[in-house]
C-alpha cells in the first residue's frame, strides 16, 4: 500500500482523516505571553538613535542633542572644537561601543544555541581569551603582516577564537549534550592560560608600544579606533551577521539535540562549523575593537529569550540592536562615573555581568552533571 | 505490499562492544510492527540504524530500493521519522515551536515556513491532539504529554514510516490505549510503523508482526502468536515461566489451544 504523504505544495491524505479519541478540556490554552518581535523591534531601532545621540551629547564637554539635531539638518554649524570632539572622540567610540556591543551579543546568541546552554557566551567560553592570545601574537610577530588587505592582529584574533571554540565544544560535547561543568572549567582554564601569556607578552615587551593597547585590550577598554578601523570592523560585523541568519533555524532544530537535528536532515558536523566560524568573526570583531570585555554575550541573549521567547530567528535582530544599546550605555557610564577619569568599560560589565552570571548558574544548578 | 525499508547483515559495535551482529529484517509498507527484547540489547541502536541517524559498522540498509547512505539526509527525514524516548529542551520553546521543527526537511536555510508547512504542523497537532497545548512550554508539560508532542513533531516530517522508541514509556493505561488507537490511525492512513515496546500485552492484541532481539542471537521475527510463546519469551527475557503473567497467561492459553 503505497499512499502519497510527504507532500509538501499538495495535502496529505492524512487531511481529510479523523484521528482518533480527541480530549476535550484536557491541556488548556496556556504558556507565557510574548511581546510582538516586530514591535520590539521598531522600539529598539528608535531606541538605538536615542542612546546613541545622548551617548555623543555626553561628557566633559557636553553637546546638547538640540545641537547635534541642529548641525545634521544643516541648521547650525557645529564650532571647530565641537566638531573636533564630535568626529575624532566621540563619534568613533561611540559607533564602536555599537559595534562591540552587537557583535558580542550576537556572539553569545550563536554559542547559547551551539551549546544549548544559557551560560555560553564569548568571554565564558574562552572565545575571547582566543582571540586576544592570537592578536598578541600578531602585534608581537607579525605586526607588519597582512593578508588580502587584513591585518595579522585580527587574522590572528579570529583564528584563536575559532580554535578555542573547537577545543572547547570538542571537551565539553558527549553523547549530544553539553556538559556544564566540562564547558565552565573548560573555558576557565583556557581563558586563564591565554590571558596570562598576554601578561606575559607584555612583560617581554621592551619599548611598551605594545603594552599599552594590550592593557587596555586586557581591561577591555573600548578607545577611539580610527575612521578606517571602524569601516572595516563594521563591514565584517555585516557580513557576520548577514551570515548567521541561515543559522537561526538551525540553532532552533539544534535546540532538540544531535539526535533529533541528524534527523531532521540538519548536516550537524558542517553545521557547527559554520555556527564556531561565525561566533569566532564576531568576538574577533568586538575583541579587536574593545579587548576583553565580559558578560554582554550572556546577558543581552537571556533578556531577549525572556521577552521574546527562544525561538533564535525572532531573537536574531533583537539580540544584535540591544546588544549594541547595551555596550553604548555601559561605554557612556564607564567613562562618566568618575570623569574626568573613564572606567575602562570591561571591568564595569564585570560588576553587572558577575552577578547576573551567578543568578543563572542558580538557576539552572539542576542540569549539572556532577 | 512493497518493502519499505531492508536491513541485510547490519552489524553494530559500541565502544568495542558488540550491539547488534547480522540484524536482518524487513518492514513492508503499511506494516505495523514492534520491536521487543531485554533492556540494553540494542532495541534503540537498531532504531537509530532503520533512522539512518547511525550507521552500520557492516551490512547494508535500504530504503526503497536505494541504499540509506546514497540518499541525502532531508530525503530520509521526509520519508522517515524517529520518535526518540527523551527530549530534553535547553530553552522555554513552545509546543508549536517545537513542532514546526518537523518541517525542517522541507525548509529552505532562507526560507520561511509556508502555507503547507504551516497546514502540516496543525494536522500534526491535531492528530497527536494536542493542538489545545499549542502554546504551552513543552519544558512544563507531563512525561504523556511531552510523549504525544513528539509524536506530533513526526507527524509534522509526514513521514512514510514512523520510528517509535518505547512510545508508551510514561502513560497511564488510558493514554496507552489512545496512543494505541493513534497509531492503528496512522498504520490505516498508509504509515508504516516500528515501535520498540515493552508491555507485551500491547505487543499481541496490536501489532501485525513482532522483530525479536535477544542477546547473542539473531534477530528473530513473526506474528505475535509465533513470537510471544512462552518458551520463546522466556529464553529471550531470561524470565522464569511461572513468575510473569503474560508467560503464565500465555501458557494457559497455548494449553487450551492444545486440548
Known sequence: ?370 | MSCLLRLSGVHFDYQGHSVLRQAAFDLEEGSCSALIGTNGVGKTTLLRIAAGVLRPASGNVILRGRPMETISLKEIARTIALVPQQLELPFEFTVQQVVEQGRTPYIGMLRGPGRSDRLAVDRALDLADVSSLRHRIFNELSGGERQRVKIALGLAQEPRLLLLDEPTQNLDIGRQVELIDLLHFLRDQGITILASMHDLHLVDKNFSTVLLLSPGQPLASGSPEQMLKPSILEHAFQCPPDRHPLLIERAELYRREAR
Request: glycine share 12%.
Open chain 1, 1 to 370: 500500500m503505497a499512499i502519497e504523504i510527504a507532500t509538501v505544495s499538495g495535502s496529505s491524505v492524512l487531511e481529510a482523516a479523523s484521528p482518533p479519541g480527541r480530549h476535550q478540556g484536557r491541556g488548556a490554552e496556556g504558556g507565557k505571553s510574548r511581546m510582538r518581535p516586530w514591535l520590539l523591534i521598531v522600539l529598539l531601532a528608535v531606541a538605538l538613535v536615542v542612546v546613541t545621540l545622548v551617548s555623543i551629547a555626553t561628557g566633559a564637554v557636553r553637546i546638547s542633542p538640540r545641537v547635534l539635531f541642529a548641525a545634521m539638518f544643516g541648521g547650525h554649524p557645529l564650532t571647530e572644537t565641537q566638531r573636533l570632539i564630535l568626529f575624532h572622540i566621540r563619534l568613533p567610540r561611540v559607533l564602536a561601543a555599537g559595534v562591540v556591543g552587537w557583535a558580542l551579543s550576537l556572539a553569545g546568541l550563536l554559542f547559547q544555541g551551539l551549546f544549548r546552554n544559557p551560560i555560553a557566551d564569548p568571554y565564558v567560553t574562552g572565545s575571547s581569551g582566543g582571540a586576544i592570545f592570537g592578536a598578541c601574537i600578531g602585534i608581537f610577530f607579525f605586526s607588519q603582516w597582512s593578508v588580502f588587505g587584513f591585518g595579522a592582529t585580527g587574522l590572528l584574533a579570529f583564528a584563536g577564537s575559532a580554535a578555542t571554540m573547537a577545543v572547547v565544544y570538542s571537551l565539553a560535547r558527549s553523547a549530544g549534550k553539553t556538559n556544564v561543568v566540562t564547558l565552565l572549567l573548560a573555558g576557565f582554564a583556557i581563558s586563564a592560560m591565554f590571558t596570562n601569556t598576554s601578561y606575559f607578552f607584555e612583560i617581554l615587551d621592551k619599548n611598551g608600544d605594545s603594552n599599552r593597547i594590550l592593557i587596555s585590550w586586557l581591561h577591555g577598554d573600548i578607545g577611539i579606533p580610527a575612521w578606517t578601523e571602524l569601516a572595516i570592523s563594521g563591514a565584517l560585523l555585516g557580513v557576520a551577521s548577514l551570515a548567521s541568519l541561515p543559522l537561526m533555524r538551525t540553532l532552533n532544530t539544534l535546540a532538540l539535540g544531535d539526535e533529533y537535528a541528524q534527523q531532521l536532515g540538519i548536516r550537524i558536523e558542517a553545521a557547527r562549523v559554520y555556527i564556531i566560524l561565525s561566533g569566532s568573526l564576531l568576538t574577533a570583531i568586538a575583541v579587536s575593537l574593545g579587548g576583553m570585555i565580559s558578560f554582554a554575550g550572556l546577558i543581552v541573549p537571556h533578556v531577549g529569550r525572556l521577552l521574546l521567547g527562544p525561538d533564535h530567528v525572532r531573537l536574531l535582530p533583537v539580540t544584535a540592536l540591544a546588544g549594541a544599546i547595551f555596550l553604548i550605555l555601559a561605554d557612556t557610564l564607564a567613562r562618566t562615573i568618575i570623569a574626568p577619569s573613564e572606567v575602562p568599560v570591561g571591568i564595569l560589565m564585570a560588576f553587572i555581568g558577575g552577578p547576573f552570571f551567578l543568578y543563572l548558574l542558580r538557576k539552572m544548578k539542576r542540569s549539572y552533571t556532577v
